[in-house]
């Protein structure tokens, strides 16, 4: 099927997967409630490619192909106009997808695709509020999603096989590579094992055991990761972290899920990490 997608959000995931989108010849609309971040993110990541190219990554056609299928959308009507695909990645917060969620899938026809981005809320739990629970579909990509090559795919058990058979073919003409899980699970695969590393960096840290820099620098040397618990942090932005830990703990009401104070206060204030030039380290906007 020829899809022709919409992605709603355009922050650091939504921006680069309607270029991934766009970029492997989809017509491909892209929303943000923010107007003056959404051109600020489009002519980022035209910038972001211009880069790849030149380094040989991408081909030169990969730039027409963003400017000719990627458009701007001002409005959630907009961007879902004829569209047969969603990809949804604003914030990681549960009613604003939610609200989202329940507008689109009253609006759009029968054959749509509902994809969210999420990294922990599962598609079942929002697909049970909406009409057509079973187009819900976890599509679930890596920062940054042009250069990581990776698409981990969930869904509810009553989802149709058609639609798990043309997210695989979206995330595949993407070129990405894709895992399809068994069963549904809050993190999938990637991100429960990384939060048991970031749960255990941040406990060693407010413990006051080591400086973060000092817990980032012994897991590059020590693992060979190419990246600390607390650099990762920052590039993942630190309100993903913290909403998601959030969210564990208002389900199990465990203090071990409790966010900790000090990424609380950094989210609060604003310093979610690169994408606001300030998480545990500081970063120059470009
Ligand atoms: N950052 C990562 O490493 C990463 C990786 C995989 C998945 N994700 C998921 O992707 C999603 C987006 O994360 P991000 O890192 O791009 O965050 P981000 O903060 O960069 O972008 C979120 C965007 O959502 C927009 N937004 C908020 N409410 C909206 C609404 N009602 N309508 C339209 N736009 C709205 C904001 O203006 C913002 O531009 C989250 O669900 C997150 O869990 C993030």
């Not at 840290?205 to 607390?230: M, Q, R, S, T, V």
Request: proline share 3%; aromatic share 10%.
């Amino acid at each position: 099927m020829n899809e022709k997608i919409a992605v709603i959000g355009g922050g650091q995931m939504g921006s680069q997967i309607a270029a991934l989108a766009a970029m492997a010849g989809y017509e491909t609309s892209l929303y943000d409630e923010n107007e003056e971040n959404l051109e600020y993110r489009y002519k980022f990541v035209e910038e972001n490619i211009k880069n790849l190219i030149d380094k040989k990554i991408y081909s030169e056609d990969k730039l027409d192909a963003y400017k000719k299928n990627l458009e701007l959308k001002f409005t959630l009507e907009e961007v879902i106009h004829e569209k047969s695909f969603v990809i949804e990645a604003v914030v990681e917060k549960f009613d604003v997808k939610l609200e989202i969620f329940k507008k689109i899938s009253s609006l759009m026809n029968d054959e749509v695709v509902m994809a969210t981005n999420s990294s922990f809320i599962q598609a079942s739990e929002l697909s049970i509020h909406c009409n057509h629970p079973e187009r819900f579909i976890n599509m679930h990509f890596f920062y940054p999603p042009i250069r990581m090559d990776l698409v981990e795919i969930s869904y509810p058990e009553n989802v149709s096989k058609v639609i798990l058979e043309r997210t695989k073919n979206v995330s595949k003409n993407m070129g990405r590579s894709v895992v399809v899980l068994k069963k549904e699970t809050p993190g999938f695969i990637v991100n429960r094992m990384l939060a048991a590393l970031v749960d255990e960096a941040y406990e060693l840290y407010d413990e006051g055991i080591a400086d973060f820099e000092d817990i980032d620098i012994a897991i590059k040397k020590g693992l060979n990761h190419p990246l600390g618990p607390f650099e990762l942090s920052d590039y993942s932005g630190l309100d993903i972290h913290y909403y998601a830990k959030l969210k564990k703990f208002k389900e199990s009401g465990s203090s071990e899920d409790k966010p900790k104070k000090f990424l609380e206060e950094k989210v609060l204030n604003g310093d979610l990490g690169v994408k606001t030039g300030k998480g545990f380290y500081e970063y120059k906007k470009d």
